[in-house]
């Protein structure tokens, strides 16, 4: 079975990426939850050649927190929700950015990346008033 693509447009860059909005969401074949986001271009329309080439190599590892976190529950505020367009929890898909480190992986959950589901658009987003780690280690699975 072939990974599932699918496309992804940020209200506003995700943080350090600017200006890159358009995205693929990659699914890892033959890793559960495990997603590639990967830049699809150019995003805001700035530059074009290499520049493109450039911004097509950018990739982020991001999990399924329902998969990976079954315990993370951000809240998120009323314009959060209302910038995406969110009508109801279950079209929310809740990612969180993975990133290797010395002592294995470490995913940051003060600031996942939301994806609406049905449109298709995403922001990450900081959850503020939180107690959520930008660097927690994430576990190994039993």
């Known amino acids: 079975m072939s990974a599932v693509t699918a496309p992804v447009a940020f ?4 943080f350090g990426l600017e200006p890159l909005v358009d995205f693929a969401l990659d699914e890892v074949e ?3 939850g495990l997603f590639a986001l990967r830049a699809t271009g150019s995003g805001s329309g700035a530059g074009s050649g290499s520049g493109t080439d450039a911004a097509e190599a950018v990739r982020l590892y ?6 990976h976190l079954p315990d993370y529950s951000p809240v998120l505020t ?3 929700t209302t910038g995406l367009d969110l009508h109801d929890a279950a079209e929310a898909l809740l990612l969180v950015v ?3 480190a010395s002592s294995g992986m470490t995913v940051n959950l003060l600031a ?4 609406n589901t049905r449109t298709g658009t995403a922001a990450q987003l900081i959850l503020e008033g939180q ?3 930008l660097r927690a280690e994430l576990a190994a699975r039993a």
Do not use: I
């Open 11 to 14: 209200v506003a860059p995700p």
């Open 62 to 67: 991001v999990l399924d927190a329902a998969v």
């Open 30 to 32: 033959g890793a559960a």
């Open 112 to 115: 996942p990346v939301v994806v």
């Open 78 to 80: 009323d314009e959060q």
């Open 98 to 100: 993975a990133t290797p």
């Open 131 to 133: 107690d959520w780690p």
